[in-house]
């Protein structure tokens, strides 16, 4: 169910929480919000007509540069739950878009901070956007009360796996899909550790494009098991950086 | 948007198909499309009063046993796609749920079969649904014109490969996810293969349930590469049984 909203400043877009989508606890997965995030975001760019299909003309699309996500909760199976979007910044190198999780009641339980680039789909190289002046002109100020992201700097690694990506990792441009590396991360945990504790806090850097049947090195910092620091690595190049923050379950 | 379809009998909801759920050739993975069946089951039992909350009530869930589906083609990158559902029959033992893919113009691009059983949550048995008799009254003899599930026999795998189950392979049931098993099973081929071909039908069939951590066998036999059967067991016990045809893409 869509609901474009009314302020086309904002778009806001209800979901429901099948039994199929949920993870071992029942709730949504990180994965599938990941998913989420692209989707309303998406579908706000091209009620805009500044959309997938808008850039594609031009040889370019949106680029997802960094996530933040906070979370209280996450959806429970056979809940509805909605995002709403807006962007709280923009210039010409990128365009910063926020977004609120709440539940069927309208009670807030998370906010997302994200960054895209436009890039030239042939060069990779992000372009300037400021031809996309629509989006200036729809700045809000729709408050969103979590940090922006931290500084992921280098780090010694507490331990290392590695990951060769298949078929399903690969997005239509031929990339690993931001959502398979989330996916990638989070199960450097044993479900144990997802049982006991959920993600509060999850800070994600798309550094560089990862290719098909590359293999990766995982390092992890998990000497606090509540703050991880986690890259993912292909040869001496980064290709994502990573915190999870990971707060105790209610019993 | 879902459209609750005026006849209760059936049931329809629309979906659009973002950029970021595209697989690498620029449409809709048949994972997705497997979440999607699962989610329009799960809303028209829903919509009946004879879903996940109900069932739950006895502690008792749908759980789907058998899946075939049927494309001429997949949606589109930024298109948008239906799923039509009804019953096609009803016993007290099983649920056959069909379905109709169609394109945006309403254009059918795929059909499905589904077979449900509902099972106890604490014995794992299927149970007698009879008295679920609000689905024997809304049998329907809208048409599903592909051939039921094949017998898929025990046969001699060309290769075998191994995968252990992580955590985001296991649903809510504390068991490999449906969709999960689908994913490595597409994954055994490399994406040259699905460059050049798209599975045009598919056939699963869930047998026994696998968990958290174990290591999985996936047996498979090749040796026509557009007619493949492919077996996932563990130590001897086969847990899913699958035949995938692959058509050529058409330059």
């Not at 995002?83 to 309208?106: C, P, V």
């Not at 590695?162 to 044993?190: A, C, K, M, S, W």
């Amino acid at each position: 169910m869509i609901e474009s909203n009314p302020n086309l400043k904002e778009y806001s877009q209800s979901f429901y929480l099948s039994a199929g989508e949920c993870n071992a606890q029942a709730e949504m997965p990180i994965t599938l919000l990941m998913n989420r995030i692209i989707e309303v975001a998406t579908n706000h760019a091209n009620s805009w007509g500044v959309g997938y299909a808008r850039l594609i003309e031009d040889n370019q699309g949106w680029v997802l540069s960094r996530v933040t996500i906070e979370m209280t909760r996450y959806p429970r199976v056979d809940e509805f739950y909605s995002l709403t979007t807006w962007i709280e910044d923009y210039n010409r190198h990128f365009s910063q878009r926020n977004m609120e999780i709440a539940d069927n009641d309208g009670n807030v339980i998370g906010y997302v901070r994200t960054i895209w680039v436009v890039i030239n789909l042939s060069t990779r190289e992000s372009v300037d956007i400021s031809k996309l002046s629509y989006i200036a002109a729809n700045v809000t100020e729709h408050p969103c009360p979590i940090e922006p992201q931290s500084r992921l700097r280098p780090f010694e690694p507490t331990r290392t796996e590695t990951y060769r990506f298949q078929y399903t990792d690969i997005d239509f441009n031929g990339h690993v899909n931001t959502v398979r590396y989330l996916e990638h991360i989070i199960n450097q945990f044993p479900w144990n550790h997802h049982r006991e504790n959920f993600i509060s806090r999850m800070e994600i850097s798309f550094v560089k494009e990862t290719y098909y049947d590359e293999e990766a090195q995982i390092l992890i910092d998990d000497n606090d098991p509540t703050n991880i620091r986690l890259d993912i690595n292909v040869g001496d190049t980064t290709r994502v950086r990573s915190r999870l923050i990971f707060q105790k379950r209610e019993k």
